[in-house]
């Protein structure tokens, strides 16, 4: 079992096990950093386990208050990022000559490819997906602008 390859929900139930362990005290501030992060990376439930062995075994009101807590962190997570994707990318085209910055295009990529990457349903990944199209064709639009007026 210990060399089965882990889910991302698998390991955002750990980082919410390692929540309740700080909040209760159990950790500081530094450890449940570094191992939220171990988590994160973790491939195999043997890399999971060794972050958890050495805390108390959750109550069932606990884990099933932990699966929960995961669960909307990762849908809110990934629905945010896709809004913010589609609001940065796409509805940023039309202004595109008039933003200095490659900002909004650069942000709508950015978001876009963390929602693509947050474990959430299609209708959020296909808009992620508007995000990062619309957001790279913002930021061409710029730099061809940008070329241009140089060049001229």
Known sequence: MNDIRVS???REAVVVRLGVALSEGRLILAEFEDRS???YAAMTYGELDVLVADLPTLTRD???TTRKQA???RD??????SFLALAAGVLWVPLWQYSPL??????????GLF???ADTPLLYRALATLGVLGGSLCVALQVAFVAY???D
């Open 37 to 39: 992060a171990r988590a």
């Open 102 to 111: 490659l900002l909004p295009g650069a942000a709508g990529v950015v978001f």
């Open 115 to 117: 929602g693509l990457r």
């Open 8 to 10: 991302s929900r698998d």
């Open 76 to 81: 809110d997570g990934g629905m945010a990022l």
């Open 62 to 64: 606990q884990a099933g």
């Open 71 to 73: 669960a909307m962190a």
């Open 149 to 151: 007026n140089i060049l």
